[in-house]
């Protein structure tokens, strides 16, 4: 049988592979000219205290022991099958198709944006301060939100699914193997619009359908059963209908109100992108002046409880950029996003503030369960009114944000589309800044020097969550009064991120093969 050793290293010995197998084989009491195989199957980084540790372990096979399978996923052909309605291409939907396929159903997947090539260069237009196409953007096309993003695909909620198949899943499709041992794995922007690509391939060599440009704009539903979605005067019918359509896609709860079909207000999150020379969280994290070559660039995760309201840090970006991710042009809404090497020269992070459904009540009885929704469209409009022409953002340097002060001058940034000064406090949500400047101020406690003249904040981060839940009865998680319908990820409100909602996609998939079934 296989032997796992644990090693406490430099980062340096660490990156050694051979001396970490030497060693591991020594620790093991195994001969290095008798060992197969030895393989990486955990890596985190211990950076509570200087020295920074690498923990690492290592799996050792010996000759003639058998050794792991290569990963392999078999998809068979479901051209012929029954049909299942999928809206929305995003890690939900990809990954309830993919599971479709697996239990032979044909999934029928429409998503109102482009396909990856002609989506990467809208946004490159985004980024140069062009208009913004409402259907193909940072939110919208194939992949949905995840496609350029981070990548981070860590998750609190493991147990909701198969954890390790979605990671093998993405391996499968061409993702580093690394992601599989490390313990806050991600994949990188430049990496995922191949990986996105793939799993479209996939889809449509097994015989499933991918539509582009087909925007869902209405749902047909008899006595209470879901028989299909419209795409404009067409219709398109399936068994069942799993609607993915991601949290930015305000329009489509808009629809299933206008329809009638039941939704509910949620709690959210909302606030700022917070911006550091990445260097300087380095060496407040590292404990060190420069980080060298052998550490990645370090990230942080910070939480406190002001004034009886959570204000954290979200979706930290280390090595990353600061990006354009509104869907129109009536907004500012700001995320983050890096490259697998996370080679810039900015740290990046969400850092906000619980908004509860009280927060927004005095608008609930104009808009009943949007509520929310506007009241998150009044902030992103009001950043976009503060900021400057078209992208341009509303920003402030943080010691400026934490004193209560107009920022004279700005420091670079990675935020390709620019900046403009504006103090932020003025026409935020009061409860919002105070409970955000406090909450900056208190991290710098935690992060000495956190809080200085040469980061700033962005607004505004307004897209963490969705401020409205499409219901699902628990058992059998459709939608409690449309049978057939059933919502999932981020946009339903039963994920956040990139692998949550791709579980959450999956769990769908098994609960339609249920019904369907029956
Ligand atoms: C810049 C950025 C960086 C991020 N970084 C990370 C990260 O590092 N790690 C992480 O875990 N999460 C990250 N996220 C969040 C993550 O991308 C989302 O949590 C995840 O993509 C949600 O998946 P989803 O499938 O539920 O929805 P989405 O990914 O939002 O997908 C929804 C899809 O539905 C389509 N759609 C919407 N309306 C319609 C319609 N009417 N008809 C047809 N199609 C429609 C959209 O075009 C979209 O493709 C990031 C998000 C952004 C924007």
Known sequence: MSKIITLTLSPRESADLELCASLAAQRAGVRREDVALARVVKRSIDARRAPVKVNISIEIFEDNEP???????????????????????????????????????????????????????????????????????????????????????????????????????????????????????????????????????????????????????????????????????????????????????????????????RLEAKAFAMGVRIEHPQRLIDSIQYHLPERGEYLPAAAYTLVNQIEGRGVYSFCMCPGGFIVPAMTDARQSVVNGMSPSQRNSRWANSGLVTEIRVEDFAHLEEQYGPLAGLVFQQQLEEAARLNGGDRQIAPAQRVS??????????????????????????????????????????????????????????????????????????????????????FPTGEGAGYAGGIISAALDGERIANAIAEYIGK
């Open 400 to 485: 400026d944000f934490v004193a209560g002060r107009a920022s004279t001058s700005l420091p670079s940034t990675s935020y390709l589309p620019g900046l403009c000064s504006s103090r932020l406090d003025r026409w935020m949500p009061a409860f919002m800044a105070s409970a955000l400047r406090k909450g900056i101020a208190s991290f710098d406690r935690k992060m000495r020097g956190y809080v200085t003249h040469d980061a700033i904040v962005v607004g505004v981060e307004s897209r963490t969550s969705t401020p409205v839940r499409i219901p699902r009865d628990k058992d059998t998680l459709m939608h409690p009064e449309v049978k057939g319908l």
């Open 67 to 261: 050794q792991p399978a290569p990963i392999h996923f078999d998809y068979p052909d479901v051209s012929h099958s029954t049909e299942v309605v999928v809206v929305g291409s995003g890690p939900a939907g990809l990954f309830a198709a993919l599971r479709l396929i697996e239990l032979g159903y044909r999934p029928i997947l429409l998503e109102r944006g482009k396909e990856v090539l002609p989506r990467k260069q809208d946004i490159a237009l985004i980024n140069r301060n062009q208009d913004i196409d409402p259907d193909s953007n940072y939110a919208f096309g194939a992949g949905g939100a995840g496609t350029f993003s981070d990548g981070k695909l860590f998750t609190r909620s493991k147990k909701r699914g198969d954890y390790n198949k979605a990671l093998q899943a993405l391996v499968f499709h061409g993702a580093a193997e690394e992601i599989l041992y490390e313990a806050h794995p991600h994949i990188g922007t430049d990496r995922l619009p191949r990986i996105i690509s793939n799993i479209c391939k996939t889809i449509t060599d097994a015989g499933g359908v991918i539509r582009f440009s087909s925007r869902v704009s209405g749902f047909i539903v008899r006595e209470g059963r879901i028989c299909g979605v419209e795409v404009g005067d067409e219709r398109i019918e399936g068994a069942a209908v799993v609607l993915a359509t991601g949290h930015s896609a305000k329009d489509i709860y808009h629809t299933l109100h206008r329809d009638g079909i």
